[in-house]
């Protein structure tokens, strides 16, 4: 049904979550993040939101990842029929995948990185986006693109793709909150959407704004005037 990445990047200080489902709106149903508190992912055949919201919650109080999703699962009886990743601003991560899940279902945990996936072609599918992730020199987003499009190559969601979704949450530059919510190509379509943030002239006016970094960030007057009258 779903795949999904979440990592942390330790010398940056960056979070950056990935998923792709052979559904709708893949990006507003799984992920959440927030800088100051680490990254959620909450999947599977009956993914709950409050899940999602709750763990996340949960790390921004302080909570270990760990702690964070034995809080949300342990009292849920319909626990059996999702899977949450949770990774903390420590790089801690934690899984679960229910035991009713729809195979291929599982998740692998390492320190800063967690993957998982539920109705997936193979195990492959899993362990290919930790492979690829972790052998790509590039920035966290696009180890993330990288790391989805092996998991497709190695048979992805066995349904096919619908939606993909990507965010990134880095001290120096803004949320980028990617989603592609209904396409035949949607990594093809996220790619192309995260190569257009990366360019001029939307990439010019994101280096405008408010940063975790640097909150009362704002344009340089001198350069708009010179662009004005230039």
């Given at each position: ?30 992920l959440?993040g ?6 959620v ?7 709950s ?13 302080g ?32 899984g ?17 990185l ?10 492959e599918?899993?362990?290919?986006m930790?492979?690829?992730?972790m052998?790509t ?10 790391a ?80 004005k009258?230039?």
């Amino acid at each position: 049904m779903t795949f999904s990445i979440l990592a942390f990047d330790e010398k940056s200080g960056g979070f950056a979550a990935a998923s792709a489902t052979g559904n709708l709106c893949v990006g507003g149903w799984v992920l959440r993040g927030n800088i100051d508190s680490g990254l959620v992912s909450s999947q599977g055949t009956s993914p709950s939101t409050f899940w999602r919201d709750e763990a996340l919650r949960a790390m921004r109080m302080g909570a270990d990842a760990a702690t964070a999703l034995a809080q949300v699962v342990e009292p849920d009886t319909g626990k059996g029929f999702r899977q949450l990743l949770t990774l903390d601003r420590e790089g801690r991560t934690a899984g679960h995948t229910g035991d009713r899940s729809l195979p291929y279902a599982g998740h692998e945990c390492a320190p800063n990185l967690v993957v998982g996936g539920n109705m997936l072609a193979k195990r492959e599918v899993v362990d290919a986006m930790s492979a690829t992730f972790m052998a790509t020199d590039a920035s966290l987003g696009e180890r993330l693109l990288a790391a989805l499009g092996a998991a497709r190559a190695a048979g992805g969601d066995y349904r096919g793709l619908m939606s993909a979704s990507l965010l990134c949450l880095t001290p120096e530059r803004p949320p980028l909150d990617l989603r592609i919510d209904s396409s035949d190509d949607p990594l093809g379509d996220l790619r192309r959407l995260y190569d257009q943030c990366n360019s001029s002239p939307y990439k010019d006016w994101l280096d405008e704004v408010p940063v975790a970094e640097d909150r009362h960030r704002a344009p340089d007057l001198e350069k708009l005037e010179s662009a004005k009258t230039g």
